[in-house]
């Protein structure tokens, strides 16, 4: 397999916090790789950190085949970076900032003229390019900052949480141009907190917790990793939740995940989920509704770290 990134036992510590506990990964080469965790599990000082904006303490790496520590001019000749926030100046306009990134990447005047026309159509925001980006929307200045991460076109791009805090349209927009980015043979290393982004869009994940690699795979083998199926239960009282929770527990053996919409516990099969089911009338405790069906990554979530993926029901 001919990998893109390579990391062996990779550590970043900030005094007694180590925020980077001995990650492992490999991610083949044109693909998207996905990086799954909650805030402070150490995803952002994960993609610093190949991105060679921080120096590691401890473990290797190989980015396109140079070494982190002894080559990372090397590796920034051939990397972009998108972080979190938007690095684009708001008081030049669409076009002025891309022109001015071109200018310092290289372009002549008239390459870079057209490079920032390019990419400006590309992305939806012709209309907008004589604006100043003070006056965008969010989903048009993260458009518009992912756009100048292309102006060279990278080997590899880093997204860190590309569409956080982002509208359900300008979510989608973006994983649109994700997929675009990666069909042109860029390794795209997207970090995210949305459990439905991480499986729209990676070919692989890894959940991370505590800057560690917990669990990884495709989608569906971390799905199938933490049972054959998934049991929503919707009570008719939801003042009968607790006695609920307090039930399957000691029914199931294992963690029960309360959700805005209900309770939900994995089961081994139909058969236990009919016991499940017939415990809760025997105890009465009314079932509005139930279904049965395979795992969501939120629900892989909490069974590999025993919480809820909070950012995304907040969103």
């Known amino acids: 397999m001919n990998y893109a ?20 990964l490999s ?15 150490g995803k952002t000082t994960t993609v610093r950190l190949l991105a060679t904006l921080l120096a ?9 085949g140079h070494d982190l520590l002894t080559e990372p001019a090397a590796i920034r000749s051939k990397v972009s970076l998108t972080g979190q926030f938007a690095s684009v100046d708001e008081d030049l306009t669409g076009t002025e900032n891309l022109v001015l990134l071109s200018r310092l990447l290289g372009h002549s005047w008239r390459g870079a003229k057209q490079r920032a026309a390019e990419l400006l159509a590309a992305f939806d925001l012709a209309e907008a390019a004589g604006r ?16 100048a ?13 590309p569409t956080t805090g982002l509208d359900p349209r300008s979510r989608n927009q973006v994983w649109d141009m994700v997929r675009d980015i990666a069909a042109i043979g860029t390794t795209v290393l997207l970090t995210t907190q949305y459990l439905e982004e991480a499986d729209q869009l990676a070919d692989r994940l890894a959940v991370i917790d ?12 971390l799905k199938a990793s933490v049972g054959s199926g998934t049991l929503k239960i919707h009570l008719q009282d939801a003042a009968q939740r607790a006695a609920a929770e307090t039930l399957l527990t000691s029914l199931i053996g294992g963690q029960v995940q309360s959700t805005t919409e209900g309770l939900s516990v994995q089961v081994a099969d139909t058969a236990k989920a ?27 979530f909490f069974a590999l770290t025993g919480k809820p993926q909070q950012n995304e029901v907040a969103a």
């Open 149 to 161: 991460s292309l102006i060279v076109t990278p080997e590899i791009l880093f997204l860190d949480e």
């Open 56 to 64: 590691p303490t401890g473990g290797s790496a190989r980015v396109l």
């Open 210 to 221: 505590h800057g560690r690699v917990i669990a990884a795979g495709t989608s569906r083998e």
């Open 132 to 147: 100043q980006v003070r006056t965008y929307s969010g989903g048009m200045r993260r458009r518009l900052d992912i756009a």
């Open 5 to 24: 990134i390579e990391t062996t036992d990779l550590r970043k510590s900030f005094g007694d916090t180590h925020a980077v506990d001995g990650i492992s």
């Open 274 to 300: 009919m016991q499940v089911l017939h415990a809760l009338n025997d105890s009465g405790i009314a079932v509005a509704e139930f279904s049965l069906g395979s795992p969501s990554l939120d629900e892989v």
């Open 27 to 41: 991610v083949a080469k044109g693909s998207v790789f996905g990086l799954l965790g909650p805030n402070g599990a």
